[in-house]
């Protein structure tokens, strides 16, 4: 079983597009929310993403873009983006994004794994560091692999002998489609965050996804990607929206 996971899209056509192309062969998708905000391709994106038939886990900026969640829990700059999205998208888009399911979602034909937007304890929860993982790896009933997005940062938190520990893909290169594989020992326990589509923040500009494979013979195993797309592009999307500049120039920054 090949499983593509996405997560924070935020509206970035590019750089969905550029992984889509990018991505090996998969079985299934799993989309880990914030499909919209911040970018200005929220109607192509929630063609796209609808269009795949996969599973998605509500984010905040899902629930904010269509009415879900008060704009005051946003910064002035989310808040901006987040109410111009309101009146762009589609009635059919915001509809879908209204009933999106709150995580953590299990599905049958993927035992042992289940995905957040933010955290097992609370979907708008932002796992950073230890402490925060290792409170949710103690949280009783819940899955060995969890697959989280919301802070934008690839990688994630490995729990065993009561000792949490965070790691981070590393890459031989810093351009074009590069890839990061790591085996996920039996007997230990996994917080997993594919990184970014849409608007990265772990100083790498280029988009994140993650493939997880798992065959029943061998141990798990996961490859983090990150892809180069038309950032050009997008800022001009934005800009000619009027949305703020900030949210095109950190683009390029990845942060």
């Known amino acids: 079983m090949r499983l593509l996971v996405l997560s924070d899209i935020h509206a970035n056509l590019e750089a969905l597009e550029a992984c889509l192309e990018a991505a090996p062969a998969y079985d299934s998708v799993v989309n880990l929310g914030d499909v919209v905000g911040y970018n200005a391709s929220p109607n192509e994106v929630c063609d796209r993403v609808r269009a795949m038939g996969c599973p998605v886990v509500r984010g905040n900026h899902d629930r904010a873009c269509s009415g879900l969640l008060a704009l005051s829990e946003f910064n002035l700059v989310a808040a901006m983006s987040a109410r111009w999205t309101q009146t762009a998208l589609a009635n059919h888009h915001l509809n879908w994004l209204r009933a999106l399911p709150q995580g953590p979602l299990l599905r049958e034909e993927l035992p042992g794994i289940e995905f957040v937007h933010g955290s097992p304890r609370d979907e708008d929860e932002y796992v950073l560091n230890n402490l925060t993982a290792g409170l949710d790896f103690h949280m009783p009933g819940h899955q060995d692999v969890i697959f989280f997005g919301h802070t934008h940062l690839q990688g994630g938190f ?85 949305l703020p500049e900030r949210l095109a120039t950190r683009l390029a920054l990845g942060r």
């Open 158 to 242: 490995a729990y065993k002998d009561g000792k949490t520990l965070a790691f981070a893909p590393r890459y031989q290169s810093s351009d074009g489609v590069v890839r990061s594989e790591m085996t996920l020992a039996p007997e230990e326990r996994y917080l997993l965050n594919p990184g970014s589509v849409g608007q990265p923040r772990d100083n790498d500009w280029r988009a994140a996804f993650a493939l997880y494979e798992a065959d029943g013979e061998k141990p798990a195993r996961v490859t983090f990607y990150r892809v180069p797309y038309d950032v050009q592009q997008t800022q001009a999307r934005i800009l000619a929206a009027d």
